[in-house]
């Protein structure tokens, strides 16, 4: 596929004919992880369009399966039942139209009776001129909707906003459309934006009819945060209003903000009378610890649960992935359960989770622990006292918890020689109390004190043990963990596949909700 060319279903499935040997690469892999999602081959990045629609779960994600470097973006498309068991489909939206020709990047989905609506940004460069520099100039961002009533075949794409909708002051980057339902039954949409003076905000859009979108305001820091927020996200959870979203261009600060670009969380405060929300500034908090966790989505599920899905990857890092040798890059993180309390972010990882436990061993004195465990494991460890902690992951690669610094203490992820080219990670903790470690061939995800602080970081070396020693003590238990399993398209799929196969592009022009 050629970088500024469209990519019409066709090319896809042509490409897709003539691969199966890449394919058989990618998959000998040792580092593809066992319970993640990835490309099948490579690159993916952002979760996309989360949702859960007449009881399954969607996953849609940014995806170039022609080469591991991201150049042209489709939809890639994950669907589950339990978050065990997974079907893989072709992709769902290509860059096939003027409008979208050099992306579809990412958006969201709403679940609305027996359609699925979804949003993204067809992403345009223009090359007419010389001398555009694709960021004030140069560049198209266009808000388009899709519907689907299977979530797997998608109607003619509308475009219902452009770059001459969105207020002058923006600049060429505005994507990413969250869309919601709120209470008082509008739909409500927010763009991520980096305005002409470079400094990042979110757009607030409201509609009546999914079609119609009208300019509600925006959000943004009184003092600039970087100069673009991508993929803002907006939701109450626990009685907080919320908005998550990934600022770039933030400068380090202590031992916050290491990363090249955030995943940030911030309080919102919206005024009765104007509605107007305003962000809590001297609170906007880090989101993730590790080296590898950006653009996460959330959604609600049927449960009432809001989840969480995060790319395990950021853009533009100084480090890189070895997979690229093998053909694929990146993974998405598991899914989280957000609870808000206590003024923070919690992240749990989903209970489903749980049923990829096997051999379970109990160590009743922490300190000591010396455990033969591979590199796919879960690791629960409860500390009844804390000073002073080293816990190695795998070789190579550790945590290290030093208390004494005030009240608390400093917990640091080290991946040594491992992280290629990702070395050390701090958080600040008020006292070391929990961990509970995921462990995959490839990944670290630690959940701190309940999910208070998380990690979330690619990692490399095959060779595990797992040790704690210090002054602490405490319980741990160690379980291996199953793989994901992967099912072919149910029957439903297969006609979707079967009507594309007979020519017909599954649109539903003619269906009065589109
Ligand atoms: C975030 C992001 C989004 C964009 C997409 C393109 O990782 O840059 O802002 O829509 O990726 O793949």
Redesign the pocket.
């Given at each position: 596929m050629k970088k500024y060319e469209k990519v019409f279903r066709e090319d896809y499935e042509r490409w897709h004919r003539e691969n199966e040997a890449y394919r058989e690469r990618v998959a000998a892999d040792p580092r593809r992880l066992a319970f993640h999602l990835m490309p099948e081959t490579g690159w993916l990045?952002?979760p996309n369009g989360l949702c859960q629609f007449h009881g399954e779960y969607h996953i849609y994600y940014?995806y170039t399966p022609f080469e591991p470097t991201g150049e042209l973006?489709l939809w890639g498309h994950y669907s589950t039942r339990d978050f065990l068991t997974y079907v893989r489909h072709e992709p769902v939206l290509f860059p096939d139209q003027d409008f979208d020709a050099h992306?579809v990047?990412?958006g969201s989905a709403l679940a609305e009776g027996d359609v699925l609506h979804c949003f993204y940004?067809g992403n345009v460069k223009y090359f007419d001129r010389p001398d555009y520099d694709y960021i004030m100039t140069g560049r198209g961002s266009n808000t388009v909707h899709v519907t689907s009533r299977d979530g797997e075949n998608f109607s003619e794409k509308k475009v219902v906003l452009t770059n001459a909708d969105y207020p002058e002051d923006m600049s060429g980057h505005v994507?990413?459309p969250k869309v919601f339902k709120g209470s008082d039954g509008a739909y409500h949409m927010v763009l991520?934006a980096r305005d002409k003076e470079s400094r990042g905000l979110v757009l607030f859009y409201e509609s009546a009819d999914l079609e119609h979108w009208v300019y509600r305001g925006r959000l943004s820091t009184k003092n600039p945060f970087g100069y673009m927020w991508?993929?803002p996200d907006v939701f109450c959870l626990d009685g907080q209003l919320l908005l998550v979203c990934?600022p770039q261009g933030v400068p380090r600060r202590g031992l916050d903000f290491w990363n090249v670009h955030q995943c940030t969380y911030m309080k919102l405060t919206a005024d009765r009378q104007t509605g107007a929300c305003s962000v809590d500034e001297a609170d906007i908090r880090m989101l993730d610890r590790g080296f590898d966790f950006?653009?996460p989505q959330t959604f609600l599920d049927e449960q009432g649960r809001r989840i969480l899905i995060g790319?395990m990857g950021i853009?533009d890092a100084d480090y890189g992935n070895p997979t690229v040798d093998a053909g694929w890059q990146h993974a998405l993180t598991i899914p989280r359960e957000l609870s808000f309390s206590k003024g923070r972010l919690i992240q749990k990882p989903l209970r489903e989770l749980g049923a990829l436990r096997s051999g379970c061993r109990i160590y009743e004195d922490l300190a000591g622990l010396c455990a033969e465990s591979g590199i796919v494991y879960e690791a629960e460890l409860t500390f009844t006292e804390c000073l002073r902690m080293e816990m190695k992951l795998r070789e190579g690669v550790s945590l290290r918890y030093e208390g004494g610094h005030g009240e608390g203490g400093i917990l640091t992820l080290d991946l040594g020689e491992k992280g290629a080219g990702r070395k050390e990670r701090p958080v600040r903790l008020d006292g070391l109390r929990g961990l509970q470690v995921f462990s995959d061939t490839s990944s670290l995800e630690i959940f701190v004190n309940g999910g208070e602080e998380v990690f979330t970081t690619r990692v490399y070396g095959q060779k595990g043990g797992m040790e704690v020693a210090g002054a602490c003590a405490g319980r741990a238990v160690v379980y291996d963990l199953k793989s994901f399993s992967y099912a072919e398209p149910d029957e439903k799929t297969g006609l979707g596949d079967a009507c594309r196969r007979n020519g017909s592009d599954g649109s539903e022009k003619n269906q009065k909700n589109t």
């Open positions: 990045n952002d940014q973006k992306g990047y990412s940004t994507r990413d991520g991508e993929c990934c950006y653009a790319w853009p």
